[in-house]
């Protein structure tokens, strides 16, 4: 086998006990495209998804011994934007684990993090070869440079980022792919455990067991928006937002119900109500559809994107759910996010979107560089104010690749010591202080507010109402498992991961 695609997983370190049923297993969008892209070019190539299959690090290497790959690459890129560097969690004692015992492998690592941070990741981890880029050429031309055995010449090999005589070298990153459809269609499902997948608890309320089949498919990649907070254009760079054929994707999804019989879909997209035309195409293809009525679509959407007046041909297309980032309560905090928004037209479109018979996730944040107490309770505020079907709560991070990360640098801010810390969800989670609230009452704030919404009586009515009692009691459920945190409990574990503080 040429190349072994390796999905790092890490579910316990993420998301801690909630892994175990409530989080979504979503099929690894950077695995799928880079193994299309690969094997189009006449490489063999296989997914090895160690998260769906729940497969632990000697698990992971005793394949690897089986199958003997040229090549090994471990794609940390996660199922949202701000997911990378959580997975070097599980992605970093991988591959030392690989090294240890199959110390001649070959390994290259891609994904966000390790775009916003190669030569640091080069000199942190036990690999080879990083990727500066997307990855697909990058992988690509060094498969081709390996095939000249001991002249290989990786200087050649675009957006590599490798060692010669115990120097770090770093090529010019490779151009972005154009014609996604063409060469990145991902269509390798068949290498996938797809009976391993699951949606999100909150997409199937009201029939849980719809969970299952599920599938994730993208129609666009990047984002032209600058939002502090946010890392997803590390492997693209700024503005560099590109659109699949709107057939192309339909395609897809009919493949998927077809083949597999997935109802159950998420929209990877950052921003996929943005594009009228792109909308419009994909949306009036689905809903002439025969099984339209039976799907179960979720994307993301920014409230200044949401057109009332096209949101009832989005329900006609299946898509049930809507996530807006909301992040803040507070105008001024909203700003200073890079993300200008009149509060009234928030209440107006999470309105609108409901009429047309789409629940609402909104998205919050709590932590923001001029949060203090005030604007934070004003985002919880606002947040039961709205009431949407289901809330995501975060702590501010300072991700690799977002400017709020070059922020920290800059200033000195104190960063999570592990990579794991990174995570929203793990017991070393360590949000950023701010002015006037530190670390330690964010993430209280955080976490209380969590309780505070799912735990509000007119939020279980609305549940009850729409959803029905066994909604509510899985919410109920859901609540009663409260995350431990290292920061509120005081140093009392080993740590989990690398450390990942060091400047």
């Known amino acids: 086998m040429d190349l072994l695609l390796i999905n790092p997983g890490g579910r316990n370190l ?23 892209y690969v094997a189009d070019r006449g490489y063999s190539v296989q997914i090895l998804d160690s998260e769906a299959e729940n ?50 492998q070959l390994i290259i690592i891609a994904g966000g993090h390790v775009a916003a941070l190669p030569e640091r990741t080069m000199q942190e981890e036990a690999v080879d070869f990083g990727c500066n880029g997307e990855g697909p050429i990058t992988i690509h031309q060094l498969l081709q440079a ?23 070298r770093q090529n010019p990153s490779s151009p972005l792919i154009k014609d996604l459809d063409s060469d990145l269609h991902g269509n390798v499902w068949h290498l996938l455990p797809m009976e391993k997948y699951r949606a999100h608890n909150w997409q199937c309320f009201g029939d849980l067991a719809s969970r299952q089949p599920y599938a994730a498919i993208y129609t666009t990649l990047g984002c032209p928006y600058k939002c502090t907070f946010c890392c997803i254009n590390a492997p693209f760079g700024t503005n560099r937002y590109r659109m699949r054929r709107p057939e192309k994707v339909v395609e897809e999804i009919d493949y998927l119900y077809h083949t597999y019989g997935v109802k159950t879909f998420k929209i990877i997209d950052e921003m996929f109500v943005l594009n009228d035309g792109h909308v419009d195409g994909i949306c009036r293809r689905l809903a002439a559809k025969p099984y339209a009525h039976e799907l179960n679509v979720w994307a993301y959407a920014r409230v ?43 209440v107006d479109i999470v309105k609108a979107i409901r009429r047309a018979g789409i629940n609402v996730i909104g998205n919050y944040i709590f932590g923001l560089p001029d949060d203090d107490r005030d604007t934070m309770q004003q985002t919880l505020d606002l947040a039961k104010t709205l009431n949407c079907e289901f809330a995501n709560f975060y702590s501010a991070m300072a991700y690799p690749g977002s400017p709020l ?27 950023l202080p701010t002015e006037r609230v530190s670390s330690a009452e964010v993430l209280r704030f955080r976490d209380n507010a969590f309780h505070e919404y799912f735990e509000n009586p007119i939020y279980l009515q609305m549940v009850q109402e729409k959803f029905g009692d066994q909604t509510v009691r899985h919410i109920m459920e859901m609540t009663n498992r409260r995350l431990r945190r290292k920061l509120l409990e005081g140093p009392t574990h080993p740590p989990l991961a690398r450390a990942a503080a060091s400047m």
């Open 146 to 168: 390996l095939d000249a055995g001991s002249s290989a010449d990786f200087s050649r090999v675009e957006g590599l980022v490798w060692r010669e005589q115990g120097k770090i």
């Open 55 to 104: 497969l632990g690090t000697n698990s992971v290497v005793s394949v690897l011994a089986t199958l003997k790959p040229r090549l090994v690459g471990i794609i940390a890129y996660g199922h949202h934007p701000s997911a990378s560097t959580q997975q070097m969690a599980a992605a970093g004692p991988l591959s030392r684990a690989i090294k240890e015992t199959i110390p001649e």
């Open 405 to 431: 990360y070059r922020m920290a640098v800059q200033n000195g801010w104190e960063l999570p010591e592990f990579w794991s810390g990174f995570s929203q969800h793990s017991y070393d989670c360590k949000p």
């Open 14 to 36: 993420i998301y801690q006990d909630l892994g175990v049923e409530m989080s979504a297993v979503e099929p690894p969008l950077w695995c799928r495209l880079i193994a299309g």
């Open 304 to 346: 200044d994107t949401v057109k009332p007046d096209r949101l009832q041909m989005i329900r006609e297309a299946g898509i049930r759910w809507l996530a807006l980032g909301i992040e803040s309560g507070s105008e001024h905090v909203r700003d200073g996010a890079e993300k200008s928004l009149d509060q009234q037209d928030i």
